[in-house]
């Protein structure tokens, strides 16, 4: 797959769709370098749906508080330029996403 250079003349709001799209699985590479205990990988293990429920509610209301402390330092911090607002949204979504992976990656007990 060839992918176009970025032109540098134009604006972040046409140049973050274009690097979203050509970077979906960029957070998901770091899973190739996890570390899994290979002990918990033989064996299988059964699904609890309580854990994946309180998982769910857990991550849920700790990313949607996280979103509005984002929303709320970059609304301080950017103001009334969307371009730069779009830009540092997009950046933080990246970081939260491979936090996430790694942290669900690596950790066998939630």
Known sequence: MRIA???ARKSPEKILPTVAKKTPGVPCA???GAHVDREWERTPHPWNLREVRNF???FGLVG???DLLTFGVLFHFVGERPELFRSGWFVE???TELAIIR???ETPYF
Do not use: E
Request: hydrophobic fraction near 65%; charged fraction near 15%.
């Open 56 to 58: 769910m509610v857990v």
């Open 30 to 32: 770091a899973r190739a």
């Open 5 to 7: 250079p970025v032109d």
């Open 93 to 95: 979504s990246l970081l």
């Open 64 to 66: 949607s508080a996280f």
């Open 103 to 105: 942290f669900a990656r």
